[in-house]
């Protein structure tokens, strides 16, 4: 589906320059209209952020009602909102067929059906999938687990998140997101939360893993744009509390480089630690600073497409290295 929405822009970005060609300069006006509409459907897709993805995308509908590159990313935008009835009279109604629309199709029907089965609620912070054979329990344990985690979430950082959380409730590691994932990896945060509930077992395990994953769900709803990864570890592990007064570990100090790359290309246990440590001795440095959650958050949301250090001396008078050479 990502695919898709990264054709979005270059479609429908030649279909109007084609029609502006044919009608001339007196419609140069409502061309740069809807290339701005467009750009901003394409960022709202990109980003995930659903509800506006919709109603850029319907006002270019209005404007072009048979345009079936159009009509195929509402059917998307309809599907990511859990909107699944909805999505597939939709799908129903329109006058061409193709596989992909049909896959859309397919999916909402299976997740409808699933749902039934288990039993199962819309839930109300979380757009949820699941891959294997859960047990009704465990899925209904999850989710209420997640739900408190989410309310404590947003009252910390004083942030509602716009969208509902794409989570994914998978029973064995093979589901376990795109590709091979190092050993230490229990959950994941990749634009979906995937959560294995077989840790229902385990409360010790699975509470701070789901605080974990949260954390970095919210980060990403806070901005469209990244975040070094030290600060976004760092947030999650502060909050998940589980490595708070771990032993400093063995070995050399990872560089700032090192520290704001992604830490799941590191297959060396030890030295992913080590990662993971220093992103939060870092973070709690900052933190010393000024404790206030809320301000942490407008800290996030200030980095945007700016320089980390600069941001760090706005909010925080330090710099990345600064906090490194403290915490070293
Ligand atoms: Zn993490």
Redesign the pocket.
Known sequence: MKNLIVTFLSMVAILFLVRTVITGKAEMDSFRKREAMVAEATECLESGDWSCAEKAVRELLCDAPHDTNLQMHLAIILYEQERYEECRSYIASLNFKNQDLELIDKKAASLIREMAELGIERSMHFRVEFEGNLSKRDVMEALAVLEVAYDSLCRLFDFHPENKMHLVLYESPQYQGVGPRPEWVGA??DGKLRIPVNVMEYQEVYRPMFF??L??AFVRAMTRRPVPLWI??GI??IIDASRTGAPRPEGGVPSLESLAAP?VNENNTSRALSL?WYSQRMVEQLLRRNGNFVHFREFIQGLGKRDPDEVLQEFYGVTASQLLDEVK
């Open positions: 994941v945060y974990h994953e954390t970095h976004n570890e999650a592990q830490f993971y």
